[in-house]
């Protein structure tokens, strides 16, 4: 299988920045997309930003001039550099890959288990 492990959340003052890190491990062949979503409390869990494997960045609206995403593939690594946060974007940061893991020999979705972010007005 995939793991998806991430690191980086955090408390910050609105206006400050944060970086996030997801690295994959595990039975791995090949990643496509690598991203990060988000789900603030009482919502439902939306896109933040995703990278093709040629490096191909998709953002939602909102964030989009403030954060940047970036590929390691050599690493099989994803970051998420947040700027200018705004206490909207507190929410729980969840790494997702679509993989083909050699274990399964199929393309499958993958998840992390998430991590905070917290913006302070």
């Known amino acids: 299988q995939v793991q998806l492990v991430e690191s980086g959340g955090g408390l910050v003052q609105a206006g400050g920045s944060l970086r996030l890190s997801c690295a994959a491990s595990?039975?791995?062949?090949?990643?496509?997309?690598m991203g990060w979503y988000r789900q603030a409390p009482g919502k439902q869990r939306e896109l933040v930003a995703t990278?093709?494997?040629?490096?191909?960045?998709n953002y939602t609206d909102s964030v989009k001039g403030r954060f940047t995403i970036s590929r390691d593939n050599a690493k099989i690594t994803v970051y998420l550099q947040m700027n200018s946060l705004k206490p909207e974007d507190t929410a729980v940061y969840y790494c997702?890959?679509?993989?083909?893991?050699?274990?399964?020999?199929?393309?499958?979705?993958?998840w992390g288990k998430g991590t905070l972010v917290i913006v302070s007005p």
């Open positions: 990278s093709t494997s040629t490096g191909r960045a």
């Open positions: 997702h890959a679509h993989a083909f893991s050699v274990a399964t020999m199929s393309n499958m979705d993958y």
């Open positions: 595990g039975s791995i062949f090949s990643i496509n997309n």
